[in-house]
């Protein structure tokens, strides 16, 4: 997702890209199982808010068949723009400024995106009210708050660099109006949003590589703010940014919450 107005991470970066694909490994499994157990499948209606890259809605759209439909959505949509075709439409669309979807759907999914948004509150009606009877939502955003280090196992100098500069990227975001504790909110706000049946679980890879590529793209990518704002030097982030591409250090990611309701 992309927001001119606010969102720290700028999809237009060449950064972006990476970051999808390393979200896209790291999560999928997880978001793909959620997805099923909720019913994806022949002739569903689905809209998948904040698609960002392509592989949740070529999954859907796989899932969905002819029969079916995937909406795609996003504020910039040209990540997302591969996945178009059969039954996947991808389509420019701002959750907080610009009219819901006229259709209502049987599932609606949102992953890395509400935590991010001020008017997150709205936003969250808005999917619930484009659910249908009966229809799924499920919402997917991480806590920060939760688990706030990029190295658990902060044992040398170089993993304290790295939960420094995580700190700061922390900071960045709740400048730009990010709630970082808002993942362990799921549950109750989709309840008392009128969802049923109201779970959640939580994913949190110890480390993988794929955590490394995610944290070294966005350290790229936030370089010059991470500076500006005194969180690092120019000389630390080289050097957490070599011993990231190394393999030197076990870095996670903060918890992913994963939150779903029926509307009844």
Not at 45 to 55: D, I, L, M
Not at 74 to 102: F, N, Q
Not at 230 to 243: F, Q
Request: glycine content about 10%.
């Amino acid at each position: 997702m992309t927001d001119d107005r606010g969102y720290l991470l700028d999809n237009r970066r060449t950064e972006a890209g990476t970051r999808f694909e390393a979200i896209s490994e790291l999560c999928d499994p997880w978001t793909f199982r959620h997805l099923d157990e909720l019913g994806a499948g022949p002739g569903m209606r689905c809209w998948e808010v904040g698609a960002g890259g392509p592989s949740v809605p070529a999954w859907l759209g796989a899932r969905a068949g002819e029969q079916g439909r995937v909406l795609a959505t996003d504020i910039d949509v040209s990540w997302t723009r591969p996945a178009a075709g059969g039954p996947v439409e991808v389509r420019r669309h701002d959750l907080v400024e610009d009219a819901p979807p006229a259709e209502t759907f049987d599932l609606v999914h949102a992953r890395l995106v509400l935590v991010h948004l001020a008017e997150r509150e709205r936003a969250l009606r808005t999917l619930v009210d484009a659910l249908r009877p009966g229809g799924a939502l499920l919402i997917e955003d991480a806590d920060p708050a939760l688990q706030p280090l990029a190295c658990p196992d902060e044992r040398g100098p170089e993993e304290r660099l790295a939960n420094k500069v995580r700190n700061g990227f922390r900071e960045l975001l709740a400048g730009r109006g990010a709630d970082l504790a808002y993942g362990r909110t799921l549950p109750r706000l989709l309840r008392e949003a009128g969802l049923a049946d109201v779970r959640a679980d939580a994913f949190f890879p110890v480390t993988s590589p794929a955590c490394g590529v995610l944290e070294a793209a966005t350290i790229r990518q936030l370089r010059d703010q991470l500076i500006a704002a005194g969180h690092a030097t120019g000389e630390e982030v080289d050097r957490l940014l070599d011993a990231v591409d190394a393999g030197r250090l076990d870095i996670t990611i903060a918890p992913l919450i994963s939150a779903w309701g029926r509307k009844p």
